[in-house]
């Protein structure tokens, strides 16, 4: 019986940690958002912890998703599983390997044989293509096309969209109070669309160009127009964060946690607003910092809650 109790105290304890009920209101003003309790993208697991004491808690589950385009197999990603569809619209137009004016004629998903094949009015062939690719920093995942600068330089950001200092307080405490994956198992990365201080898309994955190609593919099958939307990141500013941000036309990239050199060398190239380390009422900004508008106290506000502090500085240091 005392081993049987202490097992429940140690499960009891691990749960602890899980997010509160969030805000109703704040719930609605998610288009899409993380389901943690879908029973397909976690599974518990027992174990012990640091103590020898038996424990049980919740993992991510990572599974193959091969992806064709008009019959041609392109790429098998590790992915969550969830929203196939857009990781594959998102992935193929992010790579350049789909226009933004072409027509889709189908999107068909395998959820047997973890295919999703995806077919297009205009003829492709991308054999040569998928020879130059280049790995990125995107958990040792993320792949870029040799190419990808060509389009990179020609993209033009709209200058007049502003970001007001209190927007990124208040997506901060409305991000962090959702329930998510990474709040019920961790090991995820979390990309969200915004407008204003309205959070609209939340996306999860295992590697965060995964979770950045399901908005990117969402706002391509729903028609999103990217001119006035801000893209908020968990993840480290890498060179290939902003390139994808870029190409997708949105002109402002938060994220709560650091910067590569590139990444912000990429950013002011590209005349983009990069705004790292927003934790609370704190940031840095070291791109585009012209479309910041400081429109409250920061004296006034109060910092973030610790336990978030803690949580975010897993993800740093492991995006």
Not at 47 to 53: K, P, S
Not at 306 to 318: E, F, L, N, Y
Request: aromatic share 6%; hydrophobic share 40%; charged share 30%.
């Amino acid at each position: 019986m005392a081993g049987e109790e202490g097992s429940n105290v140690a499960v009891k304890r691990l749960r602890k940690g899980r997010a509160k009920a969030a805000d109703p209101a704040v719930l609605d003003e998610f288009t899409l958002r993380p389901d943690p309790a879908d029973p397909r993208l976690t599974e518990r697991i027992g174990g012990i912890d640091q103590d020898g004491t038996p424990i049980e808690t919740a993992v991510v589950v990572e599974r193959p998703l091969t992806l064709f385009l008009n019959g041609q197999e392109i790429v098998t990603m590790m992915t969550i599983g969830d929203y196939p569809d857009y990781l594959a619209l998102g992935y193929l137009l992010n790579q350049n390997m789909l226009r933004p004016d072409d027509v889709i004629e189908g999107v068909d998903f395998d959820a047997e044989l973890d295919v999703v094949v995806v077919r297009t009015q205009r003829e492709t062939n991308y054999e040569e293509k998928l020879k130059k690719k280049v790995r990125t920093s995107g958990c040792a995942q993320g792949t870029v096309f040799g190419d990808l600068m060509e389009k990179f330089e020609t993209v033009a950001l709209p200058k007049d969209t502003m970001l007001k200092t209190s927007w990124l307080v208040r997506l901060s405490k409305k991000i962090n109070a959702v329930p998510s994956l990474y709040l019920e198992a961790g090991a995820i990365h979390g990309c969200v669309l915004c407008q204003g201080d309205r959070p609209l898309l939340y996306m999860e994955d295992v590697g965060r160009h995964n979770a950045v190609d399901k908005i990117a593919g969402y706002m391509l099958r729903h028609g999103i127009a990217p001119d006035d939307k801000i893209f908020y990141t968990t993840g480290r500013l890498t060179s290939e964060m902003v390139i994808k941000t870029v190409q997708m036309g949105i002109p402002i990239l938060v994220s709560r946690s650091g910067f590569t050199a590139w990444g912000v060398d990429l950013a002011r190239q590209a005349g983009l607003t990069l705004v790292g380390r927003a934790k609370g009422k704190r940031f840095v900004a070291l791109a585009g910092q012209e479309r910041l508008v400081f429109d409250h106290d920061p004296d006034g506000l109060e910092d973030e809650n610790p336990r978030h502090q803690r949580k975010s500085g897993r993800t740093d240091d492991a995006a």
